[in-house]
């Protein structure tokens, strides 16, 4: 039996400690102990895309040219704060487009100016038409040619709700 | 001198339901809590109809049916996003870190760098866009500090016609704090209101003009700060958002159960979305309590309340370890032959999910927490509980009664407000 030196199987397995392998004890400067520390806690610092640059290899000649994907949301929704979705009923706008089930896109930031297609409340309903506007007064106009223009009376109760700026439809 | 103030939305959850409503403007509404028990919310109308807060729904029925009252349950998913449509709105229009968002319906802001002559237009148009971009309507109360923009707003929403109320000036302060009535002000409980008026202190105004160190020593701390804040000395700054320390998930049963297993079930759901909201924060907890009751307000009936605390090795956000335990715990506290109407689940002592202390005899699987992140982002793409835990049962029949619940106009395809 030999004596002395390191005995087989004695101690605590390896991998069994805080990193879950086995550790070996290096020389760093002192000034970098925190830093070390805290990249071997976090598990590796995670880079900002930026931060990152590309010392080796060919650059691919797309490169330059990547704008990122295309996103839908921020195509149709410019500001995301002011914008609901409805849904349309009925065939009253039916010339512009906008048939019934279609999802309608609402800004109620935009102002609701002549020529406009806006959501509209009147008497208590959500309605949508073509707003314009003229010396003889303000109409919502149907696209639609079974459907009447409405006026807006002094004293109607009709308020703007927001305008549509664009309209999902399904095909 | 610093500067604050509070936006505090009109009669909110009302206001929501009239954007995609318009037909309720100008009517009474009130809206009511979990299981449709009391009125949490009433419009103008509702008040001027003498409808107190907190009544419970069914006392009232009757009167409110005479009276076209509309009634709602709540709709918390929809009332949220309305919630955060005009917490993002402000935050474009003033930097993040002079915004708190105090509740659902209200947030401080600090204005200390403005240029004051500008400050009541400012908040005028503030007010503007937030009721154009959202529909809802809000007031807005500014002030030295954060408990004198508190009755500034009251101010706003009481007796002005455009919301904004400006309560710099110090003989204005005065004037309104010598008719207010100690009670109403922010921060005084209803205890320290009745210990006040014995000491002969029942207006605002007399709390401001006492010797701070007087009611330090013979209320508390907390008042003495309020007296320093009503003298424009501002003790309170805007608190910042940091994680919940706890996270508490518990509802009435929309009926009363005595069986184990459909109790079970609503533990179940309840610990499911308690992970959830924990993963969310990224945090996982090292405790968890459970609790039972049956109905206080069911006086005849007997009476059982029970609760059990565990503790575990390791922190942990792993639901399926969450549900087992709160299922043990429930079991343990659990008795035959009462009428429950109540359970629940809290997480509390949450740690951080990239702290991870090593134990000895527990090894963390990693992979448990890649199985958590894939059920989170299925739910949320494909639509809360695509994916449920057995557990959870699939009859719920003691699940929240929402009688009236209007359409989630703003966060459900299905249920998208009608234009014709």
Known sequence: MTRGGARLGAGRPKGQGKYKESTKPIRIPKSMIQEVLKYIETNGYHLPLYASVVQAGFPSPADDYIEGELDLNKHLIKHPTATFFVRSAGQSMIKSGIHHGDILVVDRSLEP??????IAAIDGQLTVKRLHKSSKGTYLMPENDEYEPIKIEENNEVVIWGVVTNVLHEV | MTLFALIDCNNFYASCERVFNPDLIGKPIIVLSNNDGCVIAR???????????????????TFMEKNNVKVFSSNYQFYGDMSQRIMRSLSMMIPSQDLEVYSIDEAFLRLDGFATQDLFNWALQVRNKILQWTGIPTSIGIAPTKTLSKIANQMAKKNTQDGVFDLRDSDLQEHIMSDLPIEELWGISHNWGKKLRSLGISTALQLRD??????????????????????????????????????????????SLNELEPIEQALSTYGVRACEKLRQQKSKTKGIYVFLQTSPFRENQSQYRNSLTFVFDLPTSDTAVIIRTAKRLLKQIYKNGYHYNKCGIMLFDLVSEDYQQGHFFTIQDPLRDRLMAT????????????IFYAAQGVKHDWKMRRNKLSPRYTTNWEELVKVY
């Open chain 2, 375 to 386: 059920i989170d982002i299925i739910n949320k793409s494909m639509g809360p509980e695509t």
């Open chain 2, 210 to 255: 006492t010797d701070p160190k007087f009611i330090q020593k013979n209320l508390s701390v907390v008042v003495e700060r309020i007296i320093y804040e009503l003298q424009g000395l501002s003790c309170l700054n805007l608190e910042k958002q940091s994680p919940k320390k706890s996270i508490m998930t518990s509802k009435s049963f929309g009926i």
């Open chain 1, 113 to 118: 100016i002549h020529g406009k297609i806006v």
């Open chain 2, 43 to 61: 419009s103008n109308e509702a008040k001027a109809l003498g409808i107190p807060m907190g009544a419970p729904y069914y006392q009232h029925k």
